[in-house]
């Protein structure tokens, strides 16, 4: 073993090779561009300000583009930028085809699109189509009588009792509580399956399905890239309205979506959803070379059918959100990884996904431990499958406390009951406002997130240590580390394209170890996942980034290194 200082090495020929790889098919006509891609996410919000509202706009995305393109990734997701009562923040929509005035409008929005594709970049919308905003026309026709053109646009039904006023059946929503809700117009409930201001489609309706396919039509045609669909397990629910099981099971999770003392049979993953992942597909395959992800929540089992059902393809991939809580440790990643690559083998891509709108910033899951947050993102990026990075991460934007008593999330709002140390101690973000806080800039006033107005949401405290300004003038920082890495994953094709196969004689208690094999290229990814330095005992080849090497070839306390094996 050849141990080479600093993190990152690479060639002109390796290069070459990948400019070859990369070239060899002109960008429309990359059926698979989203196969070997890497995604950042933006929260508009949060990202950045353009005219001093204290609120992120979409120009204020087009004048951080360069930053997005120099780190090195290659498509934007962008959360909801449509008109909305912004009760949840743009995912309650109230017209699919506008844009919400304080992010702009949709002369904009198609400058934005160009801005991204000049940059030979891909953009990613935000689509909710399990739901609309109880603002929408489409609702707001539909509950003034029972016999109108879209009475039967959203899921009613009669409820129960003397009067009418208790719920149709037991179906709890994903946040607990009963997902019925009286509308005393129609004197029925209608269904939500998250908050009661997001009424659930109906897509037992046809006309209901041909409106939401002409949504994403739409966009595609004026140049979308792909969508990113919010709770996509939840499109349909059994017609019947029967009765979930009983089950004892209180808090939902990534592989258990079953929660609040109940099996979510007939409300999560109907067979419906299944189906209607294949006809959007096939309504994406025909407007061109696009990208479907997923949030779903189930056991990979379950959520493979999402990609592939009936023998027909459905989304490219979806969300795998076991990544959030699975420990950084050698036995728990190993296992990871051979469950994924077991149910999502080749076609199949897995997702990498460490933070979100919705969850707890990785950064504090790592209790701000900046060399956990390195090894993390090495394994992220040199993993098989598509890695999602959340805008911050790569700074170690860390999770803001904001008390439920101060929350503009529904969510806090809902829940501001609860007592404060209680939610300090939980694991998930209960008030998502912590994980959504301004994007950090620079030294100055509200961390350069805006010139104006105050943030709509107070900027993280230390931001003079964490923001871009300052990491970028530390070599050693984790924003250099993010760029090296993402610079070395888009010139070595076999971490984009390559085969993965666990190195088992190389993996130990503390070290987990695999392959990356694209032609005849072959590398050897080492990660020691624990506090102790270890040796490795490896076999001969050219190191081409290190992580933490100490002298003599030691990897240090969560030390990593790659290494191109002949």
């Known amino acids: 073993m050849r141990v080479v200082s600093g993190e990152l090495l690479y060639n002109k020929g390796r290069i070459l090779l990948f400019l070859l790889f990369v070239c060899s098919v002109p960008l429309t006509a990359q059926q698979g561009w989203w196969k070997t891609t890497t995604v950042y996410q933006v929260y508009p919000r949060s990202f950045y300000d353009s005219n001093g509202d204290g609120i992120g706009d979409l120009q204020g995305i087009i004048q951080k583009l360069d930053y997005i393109q120099e780190l090195g990734f290659e498509t934007i997701w962008i959360s909801p930028f449509f008109s909305s009562p912004q009760k949840d923040f743009g995912y309650d929509i109230s017209n699919y085809y506008s844009i919400a005035p304080e992010y702009g409008d949709t002369a904009v929005c198609k400058q934005l699109i160009q801005e991204v594709h000049k940059r ?23 509950a003034a009588s029972t016999n109108n053109a879209k009475s039967d646009w959203y899921v009613w039904k009669n409820g129960k009792g003397r009067n009418g006023t208790k719920p149709p059946n037991n179906w709890k929503s994903m946040v607990g509580g009963s997902g019925w ?36 039509k739409y966009w595609m045609n ?88 009936k023998d027909k393809p459905g989304l490219n991939t979806v969300f795998l959100f076991r990544t959030l809580n699975t420990p950084l440790k050698a036995k728990a990643y190993r296992e990871l990884v051979a469950d994924f690559e077991a149910n999502f083998p080749t076609p199949y891509l897995p997702t990498y996904v460490y933070s979100n709108h919705d969850r707890k910033r990785s950064m504090s899951r790592l209790r701000n431990n900046t060399a956990k947050a390195k090894l993390q993102a090495l394994f992220q990026f040199t993993v098989r499958g ?5 805008y911050g991460e790569e700074l170690g934007m860390p999770q803001t406390n904001i008390p439920l008593k101060k929350g503009k999330d529904p969510m806090a709002q809902r ?98 170890a695999y392959y990356r094999t694209f032609g005849n290229e072959r590398y050897l990814v080492v990660l020691n996942m624990s506090k102790r330095n270890v040796m490795p005992v490896l076999p001969a080849g050219n190191t081409i980034l290190t992580l933490n090497v100490l002298t003599g070839g030691k990897l240090g306390a969560y030390g990593a290194l790659i290494l191109k094996v002949r």
């Open 386 to 390: 598509i890695p999602f990075t959340y």
């Open 222 to 309: 004026k140049g979308a890239d792909g969508f990113r669909l919010d709770i996509f397990n939840a499109i349909y629910e059994d017609t019947a309205f029967t009765d979930n099981p009983f089950r004892f099971k209180l808090i939902p999770d990534e592989k258990d979506p079953d929660g609040f003392f109940q099996k979510a049979k007939y409300t999560i993953n109907n067979p419906g959803s299944f189906e209607f992942a294949t006809e959007l597909r096939a309504v994406a395959d025909k407007t061109g070379a696009h990208y479907l992800v997923g949030e779903v929540f189930g056991k990979p089992s379950v959520l493979k059918q999402y990609c592939y059902y």
């Open 181 to 216: 809700h009286y509308n005393k117009q129609r004197n029925q409930f209608y269904w939500a399956s998250f908050l009661n201001f997001q009424p659930d489609l109906n897509y037992h309706n046809p006309e209901v399905k041909k409106a939401m396919l002409d949504v994403a």
């Open 120 to 142: 030979k970049m891909r953009i990613v919308f935000d689509l909710v189509m399990n739901h609309t905003s109880d603002e929408h026309p489409w609702f707001k026709e539909s």
């Open 415 to 512: 829940l501001k009951w609860m007592p404060q140390v209680l939610v300090n101690l939980s694991a998930e973000a209960i008030n998502r406002d912590g994980c959504r806080t301004p994007m950090l800039w620079n030294k100055q006033r509200n961390a350069g997130f805006t010139a104006g107005a105050e943030p709509w949401l107070p900027v993280t405290e230390n931001y003079s240590v964490l923001c871009v300004e300052q990491q970028q003038q530390d070599k050693g920082s984790l924003l250099q580390f993010y760029k090296a890495l993402l610079k070395l994953r888009n010139t070595v094709p076999a971490l984009q394209a390559g085969s993965l196969e666990i190195a088992e004689a190389y993996c130990t208690k503390r070290i987990f």
